[in-house]
């Protein structure tokens, strides 16, 4: 299922493919059946070669001796890294182009430029049990008190916060009527995990809730400008919805070959499962579903690199994580059902993908907030806006 890619995409593509299938891949059951964790050795050889690959430097501007790939490259190395389960691609940071624009250059040098060098990770804490869905309506605040800001609130799902070095931590500024987002180092005076909830994947990062009382921070620490409020959450959303995407279309690539490969091996009645007409035309769907998802994914990534209108791209980015995490859901479902019995064993990738999958219909926006996004713009801007 070819789309034209040019030379360099490709490259970047093939690169990513062989460090998918050779440092992660054979590491996925292992992972599944120890909470996710792989040993140390592993996790730090499985870094260590990210890093040397250019993956944690694909979206830093060349100015901070970063690779500033086009979106597209950028698609293709993710489409390769979202084949394998348990998040084990998630063994490196990655520092997003935004952060270039919203950061001071202190706060580049503390905070950005260490997670491109694999010394420091990140997590980020928008939701409350409160507003949930609604970002635009936080509890958290963060009030000026001489040279500092006093944070309060309730965080919950705050993924990779058991790994991560610092949170990005939004919150209300009620004397300015603005939102912020500030820098909040772990182990400040004030952060408490309250829960480290289970949840349905395997994964070395949980995501667990946190409670900040009276948490003093620099005022240096706050992100961006007075008026930005939540303008770099919004960037951080556009991005992390087309790399879900990305990912999606590499799980669901994924998950079609190993249920071809398995539906032409098993034999039931004297001749392979692939010659029954019910699944071939389960395997009908699941590709065609995928060419549509890959095609849009790969044309919103192109898009954001013409300099399209950034409400389009927005727009565009919505409708990316809305179709192609409910396509991989439904193919996930179809690759569960050829394996049959063997489908519900947890050292099945389908099974994995099965449980995975489904947190990219809710995570940067349910597919209840995506609609409604699409069908806003719509309304406001028309087909021709989209
Ligand atoms: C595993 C996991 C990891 C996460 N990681 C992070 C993280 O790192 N950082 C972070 O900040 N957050 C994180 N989240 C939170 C995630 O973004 C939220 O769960 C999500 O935005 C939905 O919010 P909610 O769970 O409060 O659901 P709710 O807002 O309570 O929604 C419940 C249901 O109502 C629907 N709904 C809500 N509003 C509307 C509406 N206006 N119209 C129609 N339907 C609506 C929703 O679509 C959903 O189906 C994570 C969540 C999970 C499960």
Request: glycine share 6%; net charge negative; hydrophobic share 40%.
């Amino acid at each position: 299922m070819k789309i034209e890619l040019t030379p360099d995409t490709l490259d970047w593509q093939a690169k990513a493919r062989a460090y998918a299938d050779e440092y992660l891949q054979p590491h996925e059951v292992e992972a599944e059946l120890n909470g996710g964790v792989l040993p140390a050795e592993i996790t730090r050889r499985n870094k260590l070669r990210a890093i040397e690959l250019g993956f944690s430097a694909i979206d830093v501007p060349k100015e901070w001796g970063g690779l500033q790939l086009p979106l597209v490259d950028q698609v293709a190395i993710w489409e390769q890294l979202g084949r394998v389960t348990n998040a084990l691609s998630w063994c490196f940071s990655e520092p997003q182009e935004w952060m270039f624009e919203a950061c001071t250059e202190e706060q580049i040098e503390k905070y950005i430029l260490p997670m491109m060098h694999g010394e420091l990770k990140d997590c980020y804490a928008i939701t409350e049990s409160g507003p949930g869905s609604d970002v635009a309506a936080l509890d958290s605040t963060a009030t000026r008190q001489d040279d500092n800001y006093i944070l309060n609130g309730e965080k919950w799902f705050v993924t990779s916060a058991n790994l991560a070095d610092y949170f990005w931590f939004q919150a209300r500024l009620p004397e300015e009527d603005d939102d912020a987002l500030f820098f909040v180092d772990q182990g400040t005076a004030g952060i408490e995990m309250t829960a480290n909830p289970l949840f349905s994947h395997t994964y070395a990062a949980h995501h667990p809730t946190y409670q900040f009382t009276n948490v003093s921070v620099p005022a240096s620490h706050r992100v961006g400008q007075p008026g930005d409020g939540m303008a770099y959450t919004h960037s951080w959303f556009r991005h992390e919805r087309l790399m879900i995407g990305a990912r999606s279309c590499g799980a669901a690539a994924r998950l079609i070959e190993e249920a071809t490969t398995f539906a032409k091996q098993r034999m039931v009645g004297g001749e392979p499962l692939s010659e029954k007409q019910a699944i071939q035309f389960m395997l009908a769907d699941c590709a065609t579903e995928l060419w549509a998802a890959r095609l849009m994914t790969f044309e919103a990534a192109a898009a954001s690199d013409r300099g399209d209108d950034l409400k389009t791209v927005h727009n565009r980015c919505s409708m990316v994580k809305l179709f192609v995490s409910e396509m991989a859901n439904r193919v996930a479902d179809r690759a569960l059902q050829i394996f049959g019995g063997r489908g519900y064993m947890r050292e099945n990738v389908a099974e994995r993908f099965f449980r995975e999958l489904r947190v990219d219909r809710i995570w940067e926006g349910t597919s209840e907030i995506q609609r409604l996004i699409i069908a806003r713009n719509l309304l406001k801007r028309g087909l021709d806006g989209m």
